[in-house]
């Protein structure tokens, strides 16, 4: 029975035992899953506080790097509006300097012209007198009335004044055909040096600079949905380092339309979620602050042109802010529509013609290509403009010169023959257009068909970039006597079909060719 005690107390001090071990290693490792629990959450914090510093410090550098574009692009349109100002400034002496020498010319005409009829007064009243004396001399030698003496004498005056008439139009047909060329060139170069602008060539931005993988990611979207989305609405491509592993590249041939994305991309950038109502919000902001800078830029181009106040039609102001973003041949249309613009103007101050007509029908000649990419116009850019200043209300004149430029009517004014003759200047200036590889290749090869298609030719080169065509001809089939008119035709062809710039010099070959070969006859 003592012995069933003892075995009884002890089995139950040793489960007394083995539960407080149990307890002991149960609390043993709650408190190891605590203390581990608790170092990660210190682990975890003290990488989300260094994440949250690494986010500030690229924020601050973000922010300072934005802060230091938007100084850097501020004093840059500062100085360029310095630039411009003094531009105008010195426009204006020009002008005022043209207009005093104007004056002095008016003034020495003025004078030659009292000159030259006191002396007409003085010769009517001598050649009166030397009449009538030479009549009394007459009538007392021939004994002849007064009457037929008259007649002797108109008949004489006649004839000397035939011969000076003749004299007259033989001296102006000569400085037509020999002076006036000479003098035209010499106004038109004096113009051209006055102008100290560089070329019209402009190079707008296009890309973005992204310092953060994550920007770039959130801009792309899962599975590329955001991009396409905004791709989409913005009608334009986006190209990923295509320039550089931190910048992307908004491409499209709508200038406009490009730098609207460009704007709503970089507001883009600062999000922290991008979804399709935050692209929608971007775009529409980014179409807001491009109204208002593009009626910026057509303030400025109105105060360059003196455009008047009562012309100042926001609409149109936007308008002319358009033309910055459109080119032609890589030629920019706002900048080479103020060249018209002064061009004209000066030409029309030189040969006493309207200057405030060739002006503003020289800057107004491509409004039209300020809207003609968009993609309900279908219309050519000249009956655009015509049609855009008729409905601002602009004089006939104004009109006039502007439409004409592509001879799309006759043109029935001076002032349109200058802007014409202006956009020429403009566009032929060294550096003020371009051509695309494909459009070089494009005209190359068609030149070359053309001159294939004549008769007897062997072979056809395109030469000195497009600007010489020379053709081999075969001897067997072409005598000298045609190649004259194979020339005169396939000139005519050229210029019917094809749209060149400068000329073309077509060159004809035909050459017999005798080949023989010497044998050693002791082989």
């Not at 395109?462 to 035709?489: T, V």
Request: negative net charge; hydrophobic residues 40%; charged residues 30%.
């Amino acid at each position: 029975m003592a012995y069933s005690l003892d075995k009884h107390v002890m089995e139950t001090g040793i489960s007394i035992g083995i539960g407080a071990v149990t307890l002991i290693i149960g609390y043993a490792i709650s408190k190891m899953r605590f203390t581990s629990t608790k170092m990660a959450a210190t682990q975890k914090a003290a990488t989300m506080l260094t994440e949250a510093k690494e986010n500030e410090a690229a924020i601050r550098k973000t922010t300072a790097e934005n802060q230091h574009s938007a100084k850097k692009r501020l004093l840059d349109v500062e100085n360029e509006v310095k630039e411009r100002l003094e531009t105008v400034k010195k426009r204006l002496d020009l002008l005022e300097k043209q207009d005093q020498k104007w004056e002095d010319r008016l003034s020495n005409m003025a004078n030659q012209k009292n000159k030259i009829s006191n002396e007409l007064t003085e010769s009517q009243e001598k050649i009166t007198k030397l009449n009538g004396q030479e009549l009394k001399e007459l009538m007392v030698k021939t004994g002849e009335n007064s009457e037929s003496v008259l007649t002797e004498l108109e008949a004489k005056y006649i004839s000397e004044f035939q011969m000076d008439y003749e004299k007259f139009i033989q001296k102006s047909e000569y400085f037509t055909k020999e002076e006036a060329p000479k003098v035209a060139r010499s106004i038109l170069t004096s113009i051209m040096n006055r102008y100290s602008e560089p070329s019209s060539v402009d190079r707008l931005e296009n890309n973005i600079t992204v310092h953060q993988d994550k920007a770039k990611g959130r801009i792309i979207g899962k599975g590329g949905m955001n991009i396409n989305y905004f791709e989409e609405k913005a009608n334009v491509y986006v190209l990923f380092n295509d320039q550089g592993p931190e910048v992307i590249t908004v491409s499209c041939f709508h200038l406009l339309r490009r730098e609207i994305a460009r704007i709503a991309l970089t507001k883009l950038i600062k999000l922290n979620a991008i979804d399709e109502k935050a692209i929608d919000k971007a775009l529409a902001e980014a179409k807001t602050e491009m109204d208002v800078q593009l009626e910026k830029i057509g303030k400025w181009a109105a105060d360059i042109i003196d455009l008047p106040m009562d012309k100042r039609d926001p609409e149109l102001l936007r308008l002319m802010g358009r033309l910055k973003y459109r080119t032609s041949y890589g030629q920019n249309i706002l900048y080479h529509s103020l060249e018209i613009a002064f061009f004209s103007s000066m030409m029309a101050s030189e040969i006493g013609a309207d200057v405030d007509i060739a002006r503003l029908g020289g800057f107004f000649h491509d409004l039209g290509k300020a809207i003609d990419q968009d993609d309900d116009v279908d219309k050519p850019h000249d009956y655009l403009s015509k049609e855009l200043l008729e409905k601002f209300d602009f004089s006939w004149e104004i009109v006039h010169a502007a439409w004409t430029h592509h001879d799309a009517i006759p043109i029935e004014t001076i002032e349109a023959e200058l802007v014409k003759a202006a956009d020429a200047i403009s566009a032929g200036r060294p550096g003020a257009r371009s051509e695309s590889a494909e459009d070089y290749y494009a005209r190359i090869n068609a030149l070359e068909a053309m001159a294939k298609d004549e008769k007897g030719v062997d072979k056809v080169f395109a030469m000195s970039a497009g600007r010489e065509l020379r053709l081999y001809m075969n001897p067997d089939k072409i005598q000298d006597d045609e190649m004259p008119a194979i020339a005169a035709h396939l000139k005519d062809n050229i210029e019917t079909n094809l749209s060149y710039p400068g000329k073309i010099k077509v060159n004809l070959i035909r050459q017999l060719t005798a080949v023989d070969y010497a044998k050693d006859k002791k082989l």
